[in-house]
């Protein structure tokens, strides 16, 4: 599977950026997916991450009701919308594909990854 992200890009705090992973090879359909970000001079962390249909969805706490995982399996894309966007939002966003469990967090449960999109908030 290939993860293809884009999107990213600067805003001011307070902002929305929608961000978007194309992936190709595989099915899409079987894989959960997610977000992960790393700001820097930090450890990638765990975002949001959205169930095979897309009926379930989980955020971390820092993003929760700020941030939207979605997604569209006959586009084989996954999408993060990120509204009221704050400077520690800063970090390169990547998508991840798991072909394993629900609720997946650790970044070692991801078979997959794009290749990371910049987003830069500023205050």
């Known amino acids: 599977v290939q993860l293809q992200a884009s999107g990213g890009g600067l805003v001011q705090a307070g902002g929305s950026l929608r961000l978007s992973c194309a992936a190709s090879g595989g099915t899409f359909s079987s894989y959960f997916m997610a977000w992960f970000r790393q700001a820097p001079g930090k450890e990638r962390e765990f975002v949001a991450t959205?169930?095979?249909?897309?009926?379930?969805?989980y955020y971390a706490g820092s993003v929760k009701g700020r941030f939207t995982i979605s997604r569209d399996n006959a586009k084989s894309t996954v999408y993060l919308q990120m509204d009221d966007l704050k400077p520690e939002d800063t970090a390169v966003y990547y998508c991840?594909?798991?072909?394993?469990?629900?609720?997946?967090?650790?970044?070692?449960?991801?078979?997959?990854w794009g290749q990371g999109t910049l987003v830069t908030v500023s205050s």
């Open positions: 991840a594909a798991d072909g394993g469990r629900w609720l997946a967090t650790a970044l070692n449960e991801y078979n997959y």
């Open positions: 959205i169930s095979w249909l897309g009926r379930s969805t």
